[in-house]
């Protein structure tokens, strides 16, 4: 059976970034289902709609990405109670000019860590409004929030704890059965 090609967007551009590391354990959590590839967005300009006529370089490279995805996973922060600006940001630049949108109609699902109690759960609940609603993704139902423990992942990105793991191989199994919706002509082509 063939891989579904998954973008992984973190939102988050910091160098140790606890998201990064969560994304990483489940694109390997994950390798026999995608073949996951991280999607640049912390070198995109703010975004300006007067720049929509002629896309910088780095905008024009996420929408071809994009497009060439079967499905989305975000892995996000929270940053006051919602999303990070990064990856709004990055939303936007993505889901323009109207009607070119890269974003619509891929399915998509959200996860995210904090280090605390309610692991971004807030910032998440928010992405599924703007993912849906604002650009009309296909939101995978359900939810996982992480609250980030020192101890969550080892050294070569593997979830320590068996229950947490299993419940997010649960999750992007469940992704990928969403993603086959979408995507069963690249999937059939290659079995
Ligand atoms: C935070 N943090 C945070 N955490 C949280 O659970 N809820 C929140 O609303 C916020 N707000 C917030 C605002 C700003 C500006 C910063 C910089 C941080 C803490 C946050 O969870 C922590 O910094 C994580 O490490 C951020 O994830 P990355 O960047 O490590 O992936």
Redo the contacts with the bound molecule.
């Keep these: 059976m063939a891989k579904y090609k998954l973008g992984i967007v973190v939102g988050?551009n910091?160098r140790?970034?606890?998201?990064?590391k969560l994304a990483e354990a489940l694109a390997k959590l994950s390798a026999d289902k995608f073949d996951s590839k991280f999607l640049k967005i912390d070198d995109l300009p703010l975004y300006n709609q007067d720049d929509e006529a002629d896309l910088p370089k780095s905008v024009a490279r996420l929408k071809a990405e994009i497009l060439a995805c079967d499905g989305i996973l975000f892995v996000t922060?929270?940053?006051?109670?919602t999303i990070p600006a990064v990856l709004k940001n990055a939303l936007d630049w993505a889901g323009r000019p109207y009607g070119k949108g890269a974003w619509t109609g891929k399915p998509a699902a959200i996860t995210g860590t904090?280090?605390?109690a309610?692991g971004?759960g807030i910032a998440q609940q928010h992405l599924r409004q703007v993912l849906g609603s604002g650009l009309a993704m296909h939101v995978m139902g359900g939810e996982a929030y992480i609250s980030f423990k020192p101890d969550l992942l080892d050294a070569s990105s593997s979830f320590t704890d068996q229950t947490t793991e299993g419940f997010l191989a649960a999750y992007m199994d469940q992704f990928a059965t969403l993603v086959g919706r979408f995507a069963p002509a690249r999937h059939a082509a290659a079995a």
Excluded at 16 to 20: F, H, K, P
Excluded at 77 to 81: A, D, G, M, V
């Design positions: 988050s910091r140790d970034s606890l998201n990064r922060p929270e940053h006051n109670r904090s280090p605390g309610i971004a």
